[in-house]
């Protein structure tokens, strides 16, 4: 894996930070990941990315993307949780960039994703991704699922379903990726920016052969989905048997600016994660008969894909 010779020095030594322990570089082994690409709304998109330095990444006039990633880490310096990404893929800059080019040339153009929610199962990894690197991280019950050909994963809050999202697995994991991404994240008024290096096969389906399903429950976090027009199904799926991952321990952060002078920190400031603890134990998965309220989008397999029942426990 390509890795800024920074990282490989700091190989073999330990930090400690807000209490948490780490063995460096901070990362993570044997981590299977999904991901599907859904097209929305550009305008509406853009409303959601704070600040006026951050674009929507438009790969047409009219429309942008949105990401849906789910990680089951397996072996972290945190110990072992899910991480379920609700994101934007967007581009840094003065001006909006043209559709597609950032896609080519994304260190010009700051390609990267603002993650709109990022809840995980466990309460240091809040402590950790959201103290630290100003990840907008929150405990949830989630669960992470390869069975029957498919790859599924739900996320539950306070009793209340969120999101389910669903896709057919890629019958090979073909690709050799390595590659870095850069997350943007809002947290104590700033925008924050920090990247991940990571490798690992993958198996994808891209344009008509993608399958998959998004839902959406009815809880507050995720209300603002519902007005992005989220296409009726995703342009591109992916699975990751096994990955391999880096999060720098560098990272970037500058002021949020308004027109207006913020009546409070946006989107909240240190005491939420102030009082937190380093707790590894797992939040109990949803329950296996949960499902969100309402189906944003039921898309049906490609004419050569039977439809797969998913196994219950």
């Avoid at 894996?1 to 460096?24: E, H, K, N, T, W």
């Avoid at 134990?281 to 004419?303: K, Y």
Wanted: proline share 10%; hydrophobic share 40%.
């Amino acid at each position: 894996m390509f890795l800024p010779r920074r990282i490989q020095q700091q190989s073999g030594r330990y930090s400690r930070v807000d209490g948490i322990p780490y063995a460096l570089p901070v990362d993570s082994k044997g981590a299977p990941a999904m991901v599907a690409a859904f097209t929305v709304d550009a305008r509406r998109a853009a409303s959601l990315l704070p600040g006026n330095e951050l674009h929507p990444l438009r790969i047409s006039r009219d429309r942008a993307v949105l990401l849906v990633s789910v990680i089951d880490y397996k072996r972290t310096d945190i110990g072992a949780y899910i991480e379920f990404s609700i994101a934007l893929a967007c581009t840094h800059g003065a001006r909006p960039a043209p559709p597609i080019l950032p896609v080519l040339f994304q260190k010009r153009f700051g390609l990267g994703q603002y993650v709109v929610d990022l809840p995980v199962n466990t309460e240091v990894s809040v402590k950790g991704g959201k103290g630290i690197w100003g990840m907008p991280k929150h405990l949830a019950r989630l669960d992470f699922r390869v069975e029957n050909g498919s790859v599924s994963s739900r996320y539950e809050e306070g009793g209340q379903q969120a999101v389910r999202v669903r896709i057919e697995r890629p019958k090979l994991a073909w690709l050799p990726l390595r590659m870095a991404a850069v997350n943007y994240c809002a947290f104590r008024g700033m925008l924050m920016k920090s990247t991940i290096y990571f490798r690992g096969r993958f198996g994808f389906r891209l344009g008509k052969r993608a399958w998959g399903t998004l839902e959406l429950g009815d809880h507050p976090r995720v209300q603002v989905l519902r007005d992005l027009s989220i296409s009726p199904r995703p342009f591109l799926t992916g699975f990751f048997p096994s990955s391999t991952g880096v999060l720098d321990d560098h990272f970037e952060a500058w002021f949020l600016s308004e027109p207006t002078l913020p009546v409070q920190t946006y989107p909240e400031g240190l005491d939420s994660v102030v009082d937190l603890g380093q707790d590894q134990t797992p939040m109990p998965p949803p329950e296996s008969n949960g499902a969100p309220a309402r189906v944003l989008q039921a898309v049906a397999p490609p004419p050569d894909v039977p439809p797969r029942e998913e196994a219950r426990p």
